[in-house]
């Protein structure tokens, strides 16, 4: 099993509609090919982490990097795992400028992460991220 984390910039910031329409059809996916992970929106940035067996992950990043919304896609990680941090989450979603998106299934409070029974590289990297992007 593999971990893939990385970033993008969208190509237009995106309306809670949008980033309601695109976590679904993430989680619809995610859930046929037992894809979890975690997908975070800050002010026109992705963050993802993708975990599963390395050929579904690589099947999904490669649909990914065509995708059109976004541009300049960049691995922070790729590893090899032997558990899932996200292992509940088809994917976790946090659009962190947008409290309507609250509402979505499949969101999750950032300060949620922080108080998870678990301790990773993975949530480490994501602390990180939110760390230096908030304003």
Do not use: C
Not at 94 to 104: T, V
Not at 105 to 127: F, N, P, R, V
Request: charged share 25%; glycine share 4%; proline share 1%.
């Amino acid at each position: 099993m593999i971990r893939l984390i990385y970033v993008s910039s969208a190509n237009k910031l995106l309306s809670p509609d949008e980033l309601a329409d695109l976590l679904n059809i993430s989680v619809k996916n995610n859930n046929l090919s037992h894809i979890t992970g975690l997908l975070i929106y800050l002010d026109g940035n992705f963050m993802q982490v993708l975990e599963g067996e390395e050929a579904d992950v690589d099947f999904f990043y490669k649909k990914i990097l065509r995708d059109s919304r976004h541009h300049d896609v960049i691995i922070i990680d790729r590893s090899t795992i032997e558990h899932r941090d996200f292992e509940s989450w088809s994917m976790g979603f946090k659009a962190l400028a947008n409290d309507e998106i609250a509402q979505i299934t499949g969101y999750s409070s950032i300060s949620s992460l922080k108080s998870l029974a678990m301790h990773s590289e993975a949530l480490d990297i994501l602390l990180q991220f939110l760390k230096n992007n908030r304003s």
